[in-house]
């Protein structure tokens, strides 16, 4: 009966201490990031449908932000060909971006198009527009805005 008490005594004794190595370690352990770890990508809705279809798009990483394009052919006859396009970005209360007119060889499947970089603070929206600007081809435009949270 005394060995009984004495390893029920003992078991309490470790499960509380077990509990209070816990509680301590809890609270020491250090906070992790506040905001999203690597960068988050937001894409708005397809452009108006076409041969291409265009989808704008934000990355953010901290306070960097990119705003870039992705074109799709739309067409399974689609051929490999050159294509303009212009990407604009914009910062809620910042100066104006330049925009990026690149000519991107669009292949069959999804391709990246065009880079424009800035940063800003957080808490700010920033947007982006991403269009097909090439003779020939139905001009096909699309948009996106987000919220830099970091």
Known sequence: MKATVAAVATAAALTALTTLATVQGAAAAPAGPAGPVGPVVTCGAP???G???TRACVE???NQVRFYGVATANDPSWQPQSVGFTV???VVG????AP???TVLVQPGANPVGSVLTTAA???TVGTTFSVNQPGLPASTATVSTVVAC
């Open 88 to 90: 604009s970005g914009t």
């Open 47 to 49: 452009g108006a449908p």
């Open 60 to 62: 953010i990483s901290g």
């Open 100 to 102: 990026a007119h690149p």
């Open 122 to 124: 957080c808490g700010r």
């Open 51 to 53: 041969p291409l279809l």
């Open 94 to 97: 910042a100066a104006p971006l």
